[in-house]
């Protein structure tokens, strides 16, 4: 599937155009519980945390930038290490941790004073996978491990849309939304090779406006 991103880039340069004339009153922080599942090759899921600022420009519209820090996704395997005579293996883990950095936009159907509201969340992601391999136990003397993984990171751009539901406590504002990350591989017309995997999430967590 071919995802552009210049719309999104556009988006992001409004969002930091309308920072530079602010409102405190306006601003609010949230943090939540994640869990995403990835596809494609990759096939697995982690839980994390998302942390987010956002601006609202009007009762239904605001910007918000947001980061999820996921928590290591293991996969059990195995490395070769030999004395230069005799081979043997014993066991590793290839740990991978996602973090995502977001620039978006959040459409909100009710009015302001409804405790109840539904909303759509947009945005540019900007993700890094990075990979390693610890080894489980003790290499015998003499030994050295021949195919252990170096550890490394990939990284690309991912457009995210989705749907939420929150609820106003006063200050407090209770969400839980729910989207995918489609990976971005065309850029200007150009196709780019992007390794990061189609996949979906969830957050639910608290949300607090500067303005209650």
Do not use: C, W
């Not at 009015?111 to 080894?135: C, H, M, N, Q």
């Not at 990976?183 to 996949?199: C, L, M």
């Amino acid at each position: 599937m071919k995802i552009r991103i210049t719309f999104l880039l556009m988006l992001s340069i409004t969002t930091f155009t309308s920072f530079a004339q602010f409102d405190v009153a306006n601003f609010s922080v949230g943090a939540a519980g994640n869990y995403t599942r990835y596809l494609g090759d990759f096939q697995k899921s982690a839980t994390g945390v998302k942390l987010e600022v956002g601006y609202g420009l009007s009762e239904k519209l605001g910007y918000t930038i947001g980061f999820i820090k996921g928590f290591p996704i293991k996969s059990a395997s195995n490395v070769t290490i030999s004395d230069g005579n005799n081979q043997s293996s014993v066991s590793s883990d290839i740990e991978t941790k996602f973090t995502t950095i977001m620039i978006g936009a959040r459409y909100t159907f009710l009015d302001e004073d409804a405790k109840f509201r539904f909303y759509v969340p947009l945005s540019l992601g900007y993700v890094t996978a990075k990979y390693s391999e610890k080894i489980k136990s003790a290499i015998p003397a003499g030994y050295t491990a021949t195919d252990q993984l170096e550890p490394g990171k990939e990284t690309g751009f991912t457009i995210n849309v989705g749907f939420g539901v929150s609820y106003k406590l006063g200050a407090p504002v209770i969400f839980a939304d729910a989207g995918v990350g489609l990976p971005a591989n065309n850029v200007n017309g150009d196709i780019v090779e992007n390794y990061i995997p189609f996949h979906f999430g969830v957050n639910v967590g608290v949300r607090i406006g500067f303005g209650n």
